[in-house]
């Protein structure tokens, strides 16, 4: 791919570049057929295989992370191995490795956790913030909220600063949607009652409902479901619809709503997806 060539031999490949391989230096060197196998990445690293060994390579096979027992992990912006000592983190801008060994790591989209004896620390780059230190764990939710407990107090930490505290039997989950491709991530806070909370991807509370479920199947429609049947409710929890269905259906074409059917008694009515 791009400008690399593979060559196999006996089980083993080698690595060479395009340029390597038109300038005659095929044979003023011996090529090394080291790897079981390669991958690529973003068309930028290349990962290299060799028994228990892994390497990590420019495209034009300059060597980022040396040939070493530890397995690395490309995850966006960053990258760092996991061996029996503990993590790495590396930063390929520098090409220097970090001094520093971690715990453990977790990445997310513009989000790098570390922890370091026996504590976490955040780092945020979304809002350029100052890094949370001093946590006693973290869970990466969704691309915009994090589920962090510092000195015991757990809550979810939303990438704006937007701070929502949790209490003891509280439940934290994400909407289930229809639609594949939309861009909200709307979280579920449940209590031992049976009342749900419906919270937005910034943080903001949007309504609560006693029932069976909800459902995201527009971007700023809801499928709620009760004992008394289904109701489609906007983002204040009002009703769209004037009355209850027995069943309430998106229609999906390409990964988008077509229409919503519904149910109701024997009749069938079809909502276009015009109206929305």
Do not use: C
């Amino acid at each position: 791919g791009g400008d690399l060539i593979t060559l196999s031999n006996r089980g083993k490949m080698a690595l060479l570049t395009l340029a390597e391989l038109t300038g005659n230096a095929i044979d003023e060197k011996e090529l090394s057929f080291i790897y079981d196998e390669v991958e690529t990445f973003d068309q930028k690293y290349v990962l290299g295989f060799s028994g228990d060994a892994e390497i990590l390579l420019n495209f034009r096979l300059e060597e980022l992370i040396p040939l070493g027992i530890h397995e690395i992990y490309v995850e966006g912006a960053y990258v760092y191995t996991k061996s029996k000592w503990g993590y790495k983190l590396f930063d390929l801008k520098e090409n220097l490795l970090k001094v520093d060994l971690y715990q453990e790591i977790q990445t997310g989209v513009n989000k790098l956790a570390i922890k370091k004896n026996n504590n976490w620390n955040l780092f945020r780059n979304a809002i350029k913030s100052e890094p949370i230190l001093d946590l006693d764990s973290i869970f990466f939710l969704t691309d915009r909220a994090t589920i962090i407990v510092k000195s015991g107090v757990r809550s979810i930490l939303f990438d704006n600063g937007t701070t929502v505290s949790l209490k003891a039997g509280q439940s934290v989950g994400r909407m289930s949607k229809s639609i594949e491709k939309a861009n909200t991530d709307y979280l579920l806070l449940s209590n031992d009652g049976g009342l749900v909370k419906v919270i937005s991807p910034t943080g903001k509370s949007l309504f609560e409902f006693k029932g069976r479920g909800v459902e995201q199947i527009l971007d700023s429609v809801f499928l709620l479901k009760t004992k008394k049947g289904m109701r489609l409710v906007d983002e204040k929890g009002e009703n769209i619809l004037s009355r209850a269905y027995e069943l309430i259906e998106p229609e999906l074409q390409r990964g988008r709503v077509h229409y919503i059917s519904m149910v109701r008694g024997n009749r069938v009515f079809s909502t276009r997806k015009r109206n929305y």
